[in-house]
């Protein structure tokens, strides 16, 4: 048995074993994310250069480019972005100051419920607001029962302006929850101090809490921009005559019109606006600390 002990091999050190490369640990999430989105992102690009009559040809994007349709679609989807993330970040800094800084019963109850507003899906505000204003609505049928009219005056869902207004509904708390977050950072002895000093509310949120939540605005502001530039469900449910945006002429195209590649050049310019801006987002956060 001696024998046998002295002639076992020894155990190798603990750091000759060999180890799993860094690298090969990112393989599967990367394998997964090439499958799921870059692929099918990829099949899209694919498409955007096959005409139906065969073939590889860029026609498409000349065709698309040149059409009014897609112009108006563009600036439609602009206009409606930017002014719904005004819109938002204007609402959403002032109820967030409410909420932060304000006392008054149910506060925080009011904070958790806009943790669970950020799971809802639009169209279903977008449905709740059609059940207040819409030609069927609440507001009109008070209005034709009170006054005997044939029909109410509230119609604007059905424009620009409602979709703006049902934008603006369910984007802002995307604006407040990192507000929030960054008011909860904020000491109340600064304030108190400011206050002290004879400083007016109006200047204690221009000097002391506006530049604490500038990040946070940029955040969700950028947030707001790129999710309003993709939305879709908004849009259709309004029902909203002549509101054409990129989605929706991605889904014209694609559905009622059979024009496969010209609905993805429309996808593909959609997708590259998104990721400018994302990218622009990022450049711009990094310089200011965010």
Same mark, same amino acid.
């Given at each position: 048995?001696?024998?046998?002990?002295?002639?076992?091999?020894?155990?190798?050190?603990?750091?000759?074993?060999?180890?799993?490369?860094?690298?090969?640990?990112?393989?599967?999430?990367?394998?997964?994310? !090439?499958?799921?989105?870059? #692929?099918?992102?990829?099949?899209?690009?694919?498409?955007?250069?096959?005409?139906?009559?065969?073939?590889?040809?860029?026609?498409? #994007?000349?065709?698309?480019?040149?059409?009014?349709?897609?112009?108006?679609?563009?600036?439609?989807?602009?206009?409606?972005?930017?002014?719904?993330?005004?819109?938002?970040?204007?609402?959403?800094?002032?109820?967030?100051?409410?909420?932060?800084?304000?006392?008054?019963? !149910?506060?925080?109850?009011?904070?958790?419920?806009?943790?669970?507003?950020?799971?809802?899906?639009?169209?279903?505000?977008?449905?709740?607001?059609?059940?207040? #204003? !819409?030609?069927?609505?609440?507001?009109?049928?008070?209005?034709?029962?009170?006054?005997?009219?044939?029909?109410?005056?509230?119609?604007?869902?059905?424009?620009?302006?409602?979709?703006?207004?049902?934008?603006?509904?369910?984007?802002?708390?995307?604006?407040?929850?990192?507000?929030?977050?960054?008011?909860?950072?904020?000491?109340?002895?600064?304030?108190?101090?400011?206050?002290?000093?004879?400083?007016?509310?109006?200047?204690?949120?221009?000097?002391?809490?506006?530049?604490?939540?500038?990040?946070?605005?940029?955040?969700?502001?950028?947030?707001?921009?790129?999710?309003?530039?993709?939305?879709?469900?908004?849009?259709?449910?309004?029902?909203?005559?002549?509101?054409?945006?990129?989605?929706?002429?991605?889904?014209?195209?694609?559905?009622?019109?059979?024009?496969?590649?010209?609905?993805?050049?429309?996808?593909?310019?959609?997708?590259?606006?998104?990721?400018?801006?994302?990218?622009? #987002?990022?450049?711009?956060?990094?310089?200011?600390?965010?």
């Amino acid at each position: 048995m001696a024998s046998a002990v002295a002639t076992a091999p020894a155990a190798a050190p603990a750091g000759s074993r060999r180890r799993i490369p860094p690298w090969a640990w990112a393989l599967p999430p990367v394998a997964v994310l !090439g499958l799921v989105f870059l #692929y099918p992102l990829a099949l899209v690009v694919q498409q955007s250069f096959q005409p139906d009559t065969g073939g590889t040809s860029a026609q498409a #994007y000349g065709d698309v480019f040149a059409s009014t349709a897609f112009r108006d679609a563009l600036g439609t989807t602009v206009w409606l972005a930017v002014g719904s993330t005004a819109g938002c970040l204007v609402l959403g800094f002032a109820l967030a100051l409410v909420i932060a800084f304000v006392p008054f019963p !149910g506060g925080k109850a009011v904070a958790r419920f806009i943790d669970v507003f950020l799971s809802f899906p639009s169209f279903l505000i977008t449905l709740a607001l059609l059940f207040l #204003y !819409g030609s069927v609505g609440i507001a009109n049928g008070l209005w034709t029962d009170a006054t005997g009219a044939a029909a109410g005056p509230f119609r604007f869902l059905t424009t620009p302006w409602g979709v703006l207004l049902a934008e603006i509904t369910y984007f802002t708390p995307f604006v407040m929850r990192p507000l929030l977050a960054a008011f909860s950072g904020i000491e109340t002895a600064q304030l108190e101090v400011a206050s002290s000093l004879g400083a007016r509310p109006a200047r204690i949120v221009r000097q002391v809490i506006l530049p604490e939540a500038l990040p946070a605005l940029a955040a969700g502001g950028s947030l707001v921009l790129v999710l309003c530039l993709n939305e879709f469900g908004i849009v259709l449910f309004t029902g909203a005559k002549g509101v054409t945006t990129l989605p929706m002429l991605v889904y014209s195209k694609a559905i009622l019109e059979s024009d496969y590649p010209g609905a993805c050049v429309v996808a593909v310019v959609n997708v590259l606006i998104s990721v400018g801006l994302y990218g622009l #987002y990022r450049v711009v956060s990094r310089r200011a600390g965010a």
